[in-house]
C-alpha cells in the first residue's frame, strides 16, 4: 500500500486498504468467485496488468488475499482470506448506495461492451434456460470507446456453463440481439425498461426463443445491483412490512415497523407520479403491511420490491391505456 493516513483510526486503517484505486472494483470480481488474473482482469478492462499485479501484491501483503501456483499451467490462483471475505458487506453497502443516491443515467464515457459481456455472463438465469446448447449473438451499436462505432458479441449457453466469444464460434444463433450499447445497459442495470426500449426501437430480439431472453438475462429490472452487489445477500430474515406511508412531489417514503424508513424516487411509479395529491394521499396497506394499495389508481407496491430497488414493471402500453381512461397522454395532452 502507498502511503498511509498517519491515525491509528479503524476507517483509517480500512481505506488503507479498500481506498486505493481499483481496489474495491478488484475485490468486488473476487467477491464474485473470480480467482484467476485474467478472469479479475476481465472485470477491470480499463486497469493496466501491471497494476492489477501490484494491487494483488498489495492486498495479499495486507493479508486480504492469499496467492498460489496454480495446479495446471503458469500462473497463481488468488483467495479471499477470512479478512477479505469480511469487506462484502462493504463492497456491496457501495452498490446499494449508488443505487440509491447515485445517478441512474450512465455516462457515455462509462459504457463498456466488454465489462457488459461479463458482467452478463456471471448473471444468467441457468434454472431458466433450456437445456440444449442456446447461442445469442450480440450487435451493439453506439460504441464510445475506441474507433468502431458497433461491435458484435456471441454468448454459448451450454450444460451450465456460459461463455461469450469476440469472435463468431460458427455455432448456429438461436437469438439475435440488435441494440444501442447505452439503451441495453440501461434495460440490463434496471433503469430503463425493457419494453419501451423495443417500442422505441432502441432493442430489438428476433428468434423463435426471444419471449424467453428477458428471463434468462434478467432484463426485467432484477439485477438494479447487478454490477455491484451480489443479491443473494438481500435475503431477508423476516418479512418487511409498512406501517406508514407519505408521498410527495419527488419521493415515495415508506417507514417499516422495524423502524426502517425506504426513500425511493416518485419516478419509480409514474401512476403515483401523474396522480394528484388527493389520489396519493388514498393509500391502504395489505395484510399486515407486506404491499401498499392506491385504490383510485390500481397501483400496488411489495415492500419487498422497494427494498430490492424495483421500479414499476408496467409496460409503456398499459400506462398510455391508463392514461387514456383519465383523458390525457404521456405528453401531458387532454
Same mark, same amino acid.
Not at 409496460?315 to 401531458?332: M, P, Q
Given at each position: 500500500m502507498r502511503k498511509g493516513y498517519g491515525q491509528f483510526c479503524p476507517v483509517a486503517k480500512a481505506a488503507e486498504v479498500i481506498g486505493d484505486r481499483w481496489n474495491p472494483l478488484v475485490l468486488r470480481e473476487m467477491l464474485y468467485g473470480n480467482r484467476y488474473f485474467n478472469d479479475i482482469s476481465r472485470g477491470v478492462p480499463l486497469m493496466s496488468r501491471a497494476l492489477l499485479a501490484q494491487r494483488l501484491k498489495e492486498l495479499e501483503k495486507a493479508g486480504v488475499i492469499i496467492s498460489h501456483d496454480k495446479e495446471t499451467g503458469q500462473g497463481h490462483e488468488y483467495l479471499l482470506t477470512p479478512a477479505g471475505e469480511a469487506l462484502r458487506p462493504l463492497i456491496e453497502a457501495m452498490g446499494v448506495w449508488a443505487q440509491q443516491w447515485g445517478s441512474e443515467q450512465i455516462a457515455p464515457e462509462d459504457l463498456d461492451d466488454a465489462l457488459l459481456m461479463w458482467g452478463m455472463r456471471r448473471r444468467v438465469n441457468l434454472e431458466a434456460v433450456p437445456a440444449q446448447k442456446i447461442v445469442l449473438q450480440f450487435d451493439f451499436r453506439g460504441l464510445t470507446r475506441g474507433r468502431k462505432t458497433q461491435r458484435s458479441w456471441w454468448m454459448v449457453i451450454e450444460d451450465g456453463e456460459v461463455d461469450v466469444c469476440q469472435k463468431d464460434p460458427g455455432f448456429e444463433v438461436d437469438i439475435l440481439i440488435s441494440a444501442d450499447l447505452s439503451a441495453f445497459t440501461h434495460v440490463w442495470m434496471g433503469y430503463a425498461d425493457l419494453n419501451l426500449a423495443f417500442k422505441q426501437g432502441t432493442v430489438c430480439f428476433e428468434g423463435n426463443l426471444v419471449r424467453q431472453v428477458p428471463n434468462w438475462l434478467y432484463l426485467n429490472g432484477e439485477w438494479r445491483y447487478g454490477m455491484g452487489? #451480489?443479491?443473494? =445477500?438481500? =435475503?431477508? $430474515? =423476516? $418479512?418487511?412490512? !409498512?406501517?406508514?406511508?407519505?408521498? =410527495?412531489?419527488?419521493?415515495?417514503? &415508506?417507514?417499516?415497523?422495524?423502524?426502517?424508513?425506504?426513500?425511493?424516487?416518485?419516478?419509480?411509479?409514474?401512476?403515483?407520479?401523474? !396522480?394528484?395529491?388527493? $389520489?396519493?394521499?388514498?393509500?391502504?396497506?395489505?395484510? #399486515?403491511?407486506? !404491499?401498499? $394499495?392506491?385504490?383510485?389508481? #390500481?397501483?400496488?407496491?411489495? &415492500?419487498e420490491g422497494l427494498l430490492a430497488g424495483r421500479h414499476s414493471g408496467e409496460s409503456h402500453d398499459s400506462y398510455e391505456r391508463w392514461l387514456a381512461t383519465r383523458g390525457t397522454s404521456s405528453n401531458g395532452a387532454v
Amino acid at each position: 500500500m502507498r502511503k498511509g493516513y498517519g491515525q491509528f483510526c479503524p476507517v483509517a486503517k480500512a481505506a488503507e486498504v479498500i481506498g486505493d484505486r481499483w481496489n474495491p472494483l478488484v475485490l468486488r470480481e473476487m467477491l464474485y468467485g473470480n480467482r484467476y488474473f485474467n478472469d479479475i482482469s476481465r472485470g477491470v478492462p480499463l486497469m493496466s496488468r501491471a497494476l492489477l499485479a501490484q494491487r494483488l501484491k498489495e492486498l495479499e501483503k495486507a493479508g486480504v488475499i492469499i496467492s498460489h501456483d496454480k495446479e495446471t499451467g503458469q500462473g497463481h490462483e488468488y483467495l479471499l482470506t477470512p479478512a477479505g471475505e469480511a469487506l462484502r458487506p462493504l463492497i456491496e453497502a457501495m452498490g446499494v448506495w449508488a443505487q440509491q443516491w447515485g445517478s441512474e443515467q450512465i455516462a457515455p464515457e462509462d459504457l463498456d461492451d466488454a465489462l457488459l459481456m461479463w458482467g452478463m455472463r456471471r448473471r444468467v438465469n441457468l434454472e431458466a434456460v433450456p437445456a440444449q446448447k442456446i447461442v445469442l449473438q450480440f450487435d451493439f451499436r453506439g460504441l464510445t470507446r475506441g474507433r468502431k462505432t458497433q461491435r458484435s458479441w456471441w454468448m454459448v449457453i451450454e450444460d451450465g456453463e456460459v461463455d461469450v466469444c469476440q469472435k463468431d464460434p460458427g455455432f448456429e444463433v438461436d437469438i439475435l440481439i440488435s441494440a444501442d450499447l447505452s439503451a441495453f445497459t440501461h434495460v440490463w442495470m434496471g433503469y430503463a425498461d425493457l419494453n419501451l426500449a423495443f417500442k422505441q426501437g432502441t432493442v430489438c430480439f428476433e428468434g423463435n426463443l426471444v419471449r424467453q431472453v428477458p428471463n434468462w438475462l434478467y432484463l426485467n429490472g432484477e439485477w438494479r445491483y447487478g454490477m455491484g452487489i #451480489d443479491n443473494s =445477500t438481500l =435475503t431477508l $430474515e =423476516t $418479512e418487511p412490512l !409498512a406501517a406508514q406511508v407519505r408521498v =410527495t412531489d419527488e419521493q415515495l417514503i &415508506v417507514d417499516l415497523i422495524d423502524g426502517r424508513s425506504l426513500i425511493v424516487p416518485l419516478s419509480w411509479y409514474p401512476r403515483l407520479l401523474r !396522480a394528484s395529491q388527493a $389520489e396519493r394521499q388514498n393509500w391502504q396497506l395489505l395484510g #399486515d403491511g407486506y !404491499a401498499i $394499495e392506491w385504490v383510485d389508481l #390500481d397501483e400496488h407496491i411489495g &415492500v419487498e420490491g422497494l427494498l430490492a430497488g424495483r421500479h414499476s414493471g408496467e409496460s409503456h402500453d398499459s400506462y398510455e391505456r391508463w392514461l387514456a381512461t383519465r383523458g390525457t397522454s404521456s405528453n401531458g395532452a387532454v
